[in-house]
């Protein structure tokens, strides 16, 4: 099965842009991941959709947002850039997790964002 | 909501030692640990992983234990080899496609 994948790999924006990214998922996957990676933070949980629902949310403002396709692929949006948005955003796709137990996440290549 | 800690953040090893890398949780209703790996300029990828019903796993020179009563596991690497090199990260779920990663390692064996 082909892997994740993200596009774009770069993207160079400057303060007060938005900014849309897309993830597509490996095939029969459900559920998408989006994480932040910074140095200082690490990674960090952004959202989480399945089936076209946001199933779960980590602690960022609401100029972060993401959907999910009826095929799975998935697209976050930034909304006015800020500085501190430059960071490399991973998305994940996993299997549909059942019963409570967590499945493996798969990470695509990620999107390098600059903002300047 | 979760908090997850890892220790140390640097850590350089010869070529053939053995590395130790620690995180403790402060969820107790985690219940699956994986570490990740990460080469510089590449994706994170699963290297092992263990669910909260298991105390110890372990995967060729790699193995993972588990402390639920302290909320505490490790990450244990034998022989050591340069191409172990690379940022290791572990995080803690309790469900569903969550995760919450620590800082990471930063691992460097020398040759």
């Known amino acids: 099965k082909a892997g994740v994948t993200q596009t774009p790999r770069y993207l160079i924006k400057t303060r007060g842009q938005q900014v849309t990214l897309s993830c597509s998922p490996i095939s029969g996957h459900r559920s998408v991941s989006w994480y932040q990676q910074t140095p200082g933070q690490g990674l960090q949980f952004l959202f989480e959709?399945?089936?076209?629902?946001?199933?779960n949310k980590g602690n960022f403002p609401g100029r972060f947002s993401g959907r999910q396709f009826s095929n799975s692929r998935s697209e976050m949006n930034v909304s006015t850039l800020e500085l501190g948005d430059s960071a490399l955003y991973l998305c994940?796709?996993?299997?549909?997790?059942?019963?409570?137990?967590?499945?493996?996440?798969?990470f695509g290549p990620g999107t390098r964002l600059t903002v300047l | 909501g979760e908090n997850v800690e890892q220790h140390p953040s640097t850590l350089s090893v010869q070529e053939g030692d053995s590395a130790v890398i620690k995180c403790t949780y402060s969820d107790s209703a985690s219940n699956y640990f994986p570490w990740y790996k990460q080469e510089l300029g590449k994706r994170p990828q699963l290297i092992i992983d263990?669910?909260?019903?298991?105390g110890e796993k372990k995967d060729q020179r790699i193995a993972v234990t588990l402390n639920k009563t302290a909320k505490h596991f490790s990450l244990h690497i034998t022989e050591t080899q340069p191409e172990d090199s690379a940022v290791y990260f572990c995080a803690a779920s309790k469900g569903y496609s969550t995760l919450t990663f620590g800082k990471g390692t930063m691992l460097l064996v020398s040759p």
């Open positions: 994940a796709s996993s299997d549909d997790p059942t019963g409570g137990w967590f499945n493996e996440q798969f």
């Open positions: 263990i669910r909260s019903n298991v």
């Open positions: 959709y399945f089936s076209e629902t946001q199933r």
